[in-house]
């Protein structure tokens, strides 16, 4: 029998989105391919502290994971030729190779390419997209700028950084109409955003957002329906069901998105299979327009007259069993074993043709 290969698995991280990264996270610890692989968990606490975790995944999703004897500190050396973590138990260096990094790590210091350039550094393969495409997808404006050039319709937008104009604000939402959202430019998850339907409610809006990042997005609401596409791959791709958002109010925001209180997520969507192939195609296009690698999510509108608008791409989507990433793959016969497989697979198969395995 060959080797197994090691794979470092990140959890939990100094993010507003750390428990969505537990749940992830245990799912995926739950469907790893034990029969190639060992996960080497890797613990990221709130405060930033960065552990490694040898207990059972249901403490990582009760959020009972840090505990002494389950964890000992853990660093990552940026140093190539050796060890990329070192274990600091009992005071002495322990130096830990793995042949992987695998972050399912959620919003700001996780998925905007922040680890991603340290395991870069460290030539450790990153299962997932790299640092380009984190940091770009992370900032949805600068995204949308990108989709754009590429002819693929985004919706309008103004955005903003402290100290801003009031007046300038109100004026560019007359101008994209009502209602319309307000969002933090870098955050996941539905943090800090809010659907703005009169004037008087504006402002309060743009001071959440900035709660949660220093640049905030004024957008157009789009009419239609919301989809999205799973995609795997690298230079072949594999496209999942495209899934439809159904709400009966609001908008898709945290709690409706972990939650389902009232919203349903179709999966197929409830679209022609003519527009369901011309879903899967632009989200094709903006994967690869944004330099994505390994897998994402691409998240678009399908407005009442049968055009596509781009929204947001999550390069580290949610992997529970109701999540949108893996119910769309497993609607296109993917089961999660085989997509975290196939998708560890790409990381071993890039870093060995780039020389860094």
């Known amino acids: 029998m060959p080797e197994k290969k090691r794979v470092a698995v990140l959890f939990g991280g100094h993010s507003t989105e750390y428990g969505v990264s537990l749940q992830s996270a245990a799912s995926v610890l739950e469907h790893f391919n034990r029969e190639r692989f060992e996960a080497v968990p890797i613990g990221i606490a709130r405060q930033g502290g960065?552990?490694?975790?040898?207990?059972?995944?249901?403490?990582?999703?009760d959020d009972a994971w840090q505990r002494d004897e389950f964890c000992a500190p853990v660093v990552l050396s940026p140093s190539r030729g050796g060890p990329a973590l070192l274990s600091l138990e009992d005071g002495a260096p322990r130096g830990i190779a793995v042949d992987a990094a695998f972050p399912v790590l959620h919003g700001k210091d996780g998925e905007d390419g922040t680890v991603q350039g340290l395991f870069a550094l460290a030539g450790v393969p990153l299962v997932g997209c790299g640092v380009l495409a984190s940091a770009l997808c992370m900032d949805k404006a600068r995204a949308h700028k990108l989709v754009q050039a590429e002819g693929i319709r985004v919706p309008r937008s103004f955005s903003h950084q402290r100290p801003y104009?009031?007046?300038?604000?109100?004026?560019?939402?007359?101008?994209?109409?009502?209602?319309?959202?307000?969002?933090?430019?870098?955050?996941g998850s539905s943090y800090g955003v809010s659907r703005v339907e009169m004037a008087r409610d504006l402002l309060p809006a743009v001071e959440r957002a900035f709660a949660h990042d220093d640049t905030v997005l004024l957008e157009e609401a789009i009419p239609g329906r919301e989809v999205g596409c799973a995609v795997l791959g690298n230079g072949e791709l594999a496209l999942g069901e495209v899934d439809e958002i159904e709400l009966q109010g609001g908008f898709f925001d945290f709690s409706e998105k972990y939650t389902l209180k009232t919203a349903r997520v179709h999966v197929p969507a409830r679209l022609p299979a003519s527009a369901a192939d011309r879903v899967r195609a632009v989200?094709?296009?903006?994967?690869r327009i944004l330099a994505c690698q390994g897998f994402a999510r691409v998240d678009l509108f399908y407005t009442p007259e049968g055009e596509i608008v781009f929204h947001e791409v999550n390069t580290i989507p949610g992997f529970t069993s109701h999540s949108r990433f893996p119910r769309m793959m497993q609607a296109a016969g993917w089961s999660l074993k085989q997509v975290l497989t196939a998708a560890i697979d790409l990381a071993l198969r890039c870093g060995a043709d780039c020389g860094e395995v």
């Open 50 to 61: 960065w552990y490694l975790y040898r207990g059972p995944v249901q403490a990582v999703r």
């Open 165 to 187: 104009c009031a007046r300038e604000v109100l004026q560019e939402a007359d101008g994209l109409g009502y209602p319309l959202f307000v969002k933090p430019v870098r955050s």
């Open 283 to 287: 989200a094709a296009r903006v994967y």
